[in-house]
């Protein structure tokens, strides 16, 4: 059974950049969809970014041109890149994976404006 340890949030003003990682056990997640999800105070989850096989990823209109999903399969392990981070990207940040629908613990983002 994978599980998921998402880890690199923080504090960060506004323009910022931070890189979220997460690291599978459990399975090898090389060849499986993952994905990116957010979740800000009083609203729903929301996807960020889904990475399928192939390496096409899709995003979100909102962080297009932002975000960047990227892998290590050797670490076995899933990154999100963003750079240019506004206020409204302040929320905490959930890996998936999407076959077996596991979610990681979550790592928050707050940016500062």
């Known amino acids: 059974q994978v599980q998921l340890v998402e880890s690199g949030g923080g504090l960060v003003q506004a323009g910022g950049s931070l890189r979220l990682s997460c690291v599978a056990s459990g399975e090898n997640i090389r060849f499986n969809p993952m994905a990116w999800y957010r979740q800000a105070p009083g609203k729903e989850r929301e996807v960020v970014a889904i990475?399928?096989?192939?390496?096409?990823?899709n995003y979100a209109d909102s962080v297009k041109g932002r975000f960047t999903f990227s892998r290590d399969n050797a670490k076995n392990t899933v990154y999100l890149q963003m750079n240019s981070l506004k206020p409204e990207d302040t929320a905490v940040y959930y890996c998936?994976?999407?076959?077996?629908?596991?979610w990681g613990q979550g790592t928050q983002v707050t940016v500062s404006s």
């Open positions: 998936h994976h999407s076959s077996s629908d596991t």
């Open positions: 990475s399928i096989s192939g390496g096409r990823t």
